[in-house]
């Protein structure tokens, strides 16, 4: 570390930083390394469809790195440098991917399972199904995409062939019977509008009171498409992100723990969780509290904290800790430096855990195990919360323990947080973080929390629309899942 008194705040983050790059491109240049391998090892399908999974992914942590404020964009744009110094091209993730799937379609004939699709090849074409029975061809570079950007539509005589061997999917079966219910065409209630400033707490409340409403006013799939405008296929779209996230939700149950959801991404997880609790009359008990990177700035939402406690997660990755428990161990000695280095952050991550307290006075008063629960990737925030949950709130050895679980993880912390996460999978995090109800719902009222009480402003009337149909599917889901036992 670098101890000159002209030594800035500003520079030391810059060098944290570069830790996190160092860390992120070694992983990326040594899987590329071995992709490159593996291509002339290998010439199974298996083998092929591994690699070329394995890239997409890659590029796309590389792609969403790319993204205004995540944090990452210098990252994302210097590894691209990288990969143009040793390959001759910054796109070799994509050239990866796209070689390993075309010489493994030389092999495949026949339906083929590959990420959370079934898919039919034939005469090397790759075809998708969607759920209201059309057959599309998919090229290879949108294979591993949870929902497939579809091509052309399949010539009648191929169909036929496609259908004879066809076996239905979850997603088929769930589409189907929510069609076969034969449920009203019309909303015959007021769909949930909030207008200004409130809380997540107040919003949660409301959108109970709207779940109930819809549980008792079912709505038919086709309705949907004409009552919200919406393209052909956007329903069905719609149904199969939201069965992903009561399979997901249910896993959490199974648990028998107390889940901690963190807004905004997971708000679609409590409302699930709160939508089987009525449909069958049970007390699952957890909650939800919005902790973000907003929340962690010094001012004008810079997220310098939460740029802190990320690259004090890279610091410990680099020494290598070989279990979970030897990698919090090194995280919590990293962060208590951080506080003491850094009274205001002290301050404001005491404030927070304050705030944290009501949202687990049951887990508290029962000593129940708290699971911290987000959609991931790396889980910043979620490690955030159980550190401070662990630090100012659990002083008694008899009190309840805590956890964390991601949606989705990263390619690198796969090692590290071991069964603390549900896939790997990582287009289906995308997924779920762009519904609406998880990116344009309602942002945190910047500063709120500071003057006390942590405030939302709620979104455009027209993004409030398109979560009112998110919520409506995400209910229909959720209760035909339940009554069909899918879930």
Request: hydrophobic share 35%; aromatic share 12%; charged share 25%.
């Amino acid at each position: 570390m670098d101890t000159r008194k002209n030594y800035t705040e500003e520079k030391r983050i810059a060098h944290l930083k570069q830790i996190d790059f160092d860390f992120i491109a070694t992983h990326f240049r040594k899987r590329i390394k071995q992709f490159l391998r593996d291509l002339d090892v290998y010439q199974d399908s298996r083998h092929l469809l591994e690699i070329s999974k394995r890239a997409f992914y890659l590029q796309h942590y590389l792609y969403n790195m790319s993204y205004p404020d995540t944090g990452y964009e210098a990252i994302s744009e210097n590894l691209e440098k990288q990969f143009i110094k040793d390959h001759g091209t910054a796109s070799i993730l994509k050239d990866i991917q796209y070689r390993a799937y075309t010489k493994a379609l030389e092999r495949i004939s026949g339906p083929i399972r590959i990420g959370e699709n079934t898919f039919f090849v034939l005469n090397k074409i790759t075809y998708y199904r969607s759920l209201k029975g059309k057959w599309y061809s998919v090229d290879p570079q949108n294979v591993f995409y949870f929902i497939p950007e579809l091509g052309t539509t399949a010539a009648q005589n191929v169909i036929a062939l496609l259908e004879q061997q066809y076996l239905p999917t979850r997603y088929d079966k769930i589409f189907t019977t929510w069609k076969e219910k034969n449920y009203p065409s019309d909303i015959r209630y007021a769909l949930l509008y909030v207008h200004g400033v409130t809380t997540p707490e107040e919003y949660f409340s409301k959108t109970v009171e709207q779940i109930k409403i819809l549980i008792q006013n079912p709505v038919s799939p086709e309705s949907l498409s004409v009552l919200f405008d919406q393209p052909e296929h956007t329903i069905e779209m719609l149904c199969k992100r939201s069965s992903n996230i009561v399979a997901f939700v249910q896993q959490i149950q199974e648990k028998k723990v107390f889940p901690l959801y963190l807004l905004r991404d997971c708000l679609m997880f409590a409302e699930v969780q709160k939508t089987l609790e009525l449909l069958n009359n049970t007390s699952h008990t957890g909650n939800q509290i919005m902790i973000n990177r907003g929340l962690l700035s010094r001012n004008n939402n810079d997220q310098y904290y939460w740029t802190l406690s990320v690259d004090a997660i890279y610091e410990v990755l680099r020494n290598n800790p070989r279990t979970f428990s030897e990698f919090y161990k090194q995280y919590v000695n990293s962060m208590r430096q951080l506080e003491k280095k850094y009274p205001d952050m002290q301050r404001l991550l005491k404030n927070i855990s304050v705030s944290i307290k009501p949202h687990i006075k049951d887990a508290l008063d029962t000593n129940q195990k708290i699971v911290v629960v987000d959609t991931g990737l790396q889980g910043s925030i979620t490690l955030l919360t159980k550190y401070l949950i662990d630090t100012y709130l659990l002083n008694a050895p008899s009190q309840a323990s805590t956890d964390m679980y991601l949606y989705v993880v990263g390619d690198w912390f796969k090692k590290i947080f071991n069964h603390r996460y549900a896939s790997d999978y990582y287009p289906i995090m995308q997924e779920i973080e762009s519904f609406c109800r998880s990116e344009n719902l309602y942002t945190y009222k910047k500063k709120s929390f500071e003057t006390g009480k942590l405030e939302i402003t709620m979104g455009s009337y027209e993004h409030q629309r398109l979560s009112n149909l998110e919520l409506i599917v995400l209910v229909m889901t959720t209760m035909i899942m339940n009554e069909s036992r899918l879930v």
